[in-house]
Structure formats: structure tokens, C-alpha cells
């Protein structure tokens, strides 16, 4: 970390995105809890998370942006756009303004999808290759730690004022983010010559990851867990009506998961130069298979206990993921790879969502999670068996260490 900071636009960086992740999970979770709250329906609530996901099957032309534009210029101006769709939620008003919250949940998963397309090769391009697995445990272990406060005062402040005062916080939080990209002082060139091959362009990401082996099996571990990860979007309510509880609980369970996710981050980030990504990967696949079987139990100590294993489980993957994609990926393809991998991957989490939220009415919510540790089981032992280190293909040099030379104090 200590190195890390020694880069003076990563400590920019990181304190907007501390601000803007601590936004995002208290308005995503109260996006849910307003539609919950509004219908008295688990089901809707799920859809609207469902909402967020959807646009990730838009994700190719997300990277295509990401790799023709200036990548910080692309996170300020998605920023702003954000911003003023967030604060049109103050004119919701009842259940008939629910399909408002619909449009903003997808809007909000859009900014999502170019955002972080674009921060991942903005990363890349800042940091030399040795300190890329360090800068995604660090944002990674932000994003999980903003759990213990984002989600708990997002409820708060939803059962306290509305989801109105949510919006609006989330407002600032993104307008800090854009000042933090606008305060840096490190190049940020235009990344990839533009053509006029919309398709051949389009889908070069795509393409470069069905031509690396490790990238292959990183889609196909994703996909198997994915087509059941996105039940528990639904389930989650369910569990915190099987405990007689206010939906507003939820919020603790994040909080709880947060936990589990900051200490797990901070110890990814300290041995994933020992143990390698791709082994993160399938350790917190295999954690998160048992955190689920725990929630199934009875009784709120297992549900606690489970809750905090699958918080844990998360940042080991995610650290792993990115820092694949990132050093298995030259830098002109940064964002199209980042992108094309999000739609892979987020095709069957939306229709895992969606029929989870069919399903949380149908089946009692403990088969729904004993079947999701099954199928993140499974995706564990491929990942264990087809995950293995192998050198990463080399970057030119001179342009890797060029940029870093010139922020770093």
C-alpha cells in the first residue's frame, strides 16, 4: 500500500472512488428497498437489481468507447452524466413512479459497466505491471469496506428521510469523484487510433480472450457460477423475512459482509504476489460455496456466520479477475477485454437474477441457496482444475514505465 501511494493520482483515485463506492452500495441497495417498499413485493425488488445488470449485455460497445476516447475523460464525463440521472429519483413520489426507479437502476448499471472499464485500463496504464494485483486488492478491499457504512446508512437515511436524501448524497459523492480525475496530472492520452471497422473493433475483445487459455477458463468458471449467483439479488429479502425481520436489516447483513470483505481484501492484497491471481480465484469460489451453505441454515448465528464467509469470499476473485484481464491484456484493448468480459459474464448473471426473482415466490429460499453452493461448488473445482500460472504475454516497456515516471512523487 506504502508503494502504491507513492503515486500521487492512485491517492487521488482512491479517495474519489472511496467517496463514490460508498454511494454506490448505499443507492443500489435503497433502489431495491424502495421498490420493496413501494410494492411489498421481493420479487420487484430483485427486478430492479435485475435493472442494473441488464445493461452489461451492452458491454462491447462500452470498451469500444473505453479504448477510442481518453480513459479519465471517460470516467469524469460518466460521472457528471450519473449524477443528474441519480437526482431525477427526487421525483419519485409513489408506486406509479416505480418504472423511474427501473430507468435509473439501468442508467446507473450502465455508468457501472463504462466506468469500470475504463478505471481498469485507466489503472494499467498508470501503475507499473508488478503493482497492478496490489491496486485491485486496494479497490477493491475500498469497495468491500464501504459495506460496513454504505449500505447501513443508505437504510438509515431511507427509513429516516426517504430515498430522496439517498439520491442526493449519492449526487456529491459522484461530483467529488469527477474533481479527484480532474485534480490528477498524469497523461492521459487518446489510447487507440480510430477506424472505421465498427465490428472487427467492436469485438477484438471478445476475440483476444477466446485466444487465451487463461482468460477462457476464467468465462467458464464465471458462467457456471454466475447462472446461479444471481438468485441471491432476491433471496437476500427472503432471508431477512424467514428471520422476522425489517427490510431495512438487510442493511446490517451488509454490514456484516462488509467485514468479511475488508479483512479478506487487505489479505488478498498482502500475499496475491505469493499465492498468485488465479489461485484467489478459486480459494474465494470455494469460500463462497460454504458461506452459502451456512445462510441455508437456521436461525440467525448461521446466517451471520454465512453471510460473512460470502462478504470474504469476494475480494479474492475479484483481485484475481482483474488482475488477469489486466496482464493478459496489451493496452490498446484494455477497455474492449474489460468489457467483452462483463458481457460474457453478465448474460447469465441477468438471467440468474431474473429467475430468481420468479423462483423466491415459488421455492423456499433454503433449496434456492443450497443449489447456488452447488453451482458455485462446481465452478470452483473447474477453476482449480484448468487455472494454472503461467507467464503473462509481455507489454512494450517504455510506454508502461513512461507514464507512472511522471505522477510519482
Known sequence: MRELLHYRDFRLLFVGQTLSIFGDTAMLLVLAMWAKSLTGSNGIAGSVLFAVALPGLLAPLAGLLVDRLPRRKVMISTDLVTALVVLSLLAVDGRGDLWQIYVVAFLYGASLIVFQSARSAFVQGMLPDELLGQANGVLTTVREAMRLVGPLAGAALFALLGGGAVAVVDVVTFVVSATALLAMRGPDPRPHPVEHQWWPETTAGLRHIGREPIL????????????????????????????????????????????????AGVTTTVFIRRLGELRMVWLGLAASAVGLLLVAGHGMAPVVVGWFVFGAALPPIMVGINTSLQRRTPSELQGRVSAGFDLLTSVPYTLSIALGAVLVGLVAYRALLVVMALGVAISALYAFVTLRERPAPGRP??????APDAVRE
Open 216 to 263: 477462457r477458463h476464467l468465462v467458464v468458471s464465471c458462467v457456471i457460477c454466475l447462472l446461479v449467483f444471481g438468485f441471491a439479488e432476491s433471496v437476500c429479502f427472503a432471508v431477512v423475512q424467514g428471520l422476522g425481520r425489517p427490510v431495512e436489516f438487510l442493511g446490517v447483513l451488509s454490514t456484516v459482509q462488509g467485514v468479511g470483505a475488508v479483512i
Open 397 to 402: 516497456s517504455a510506454l508502461r514505465r513512461a
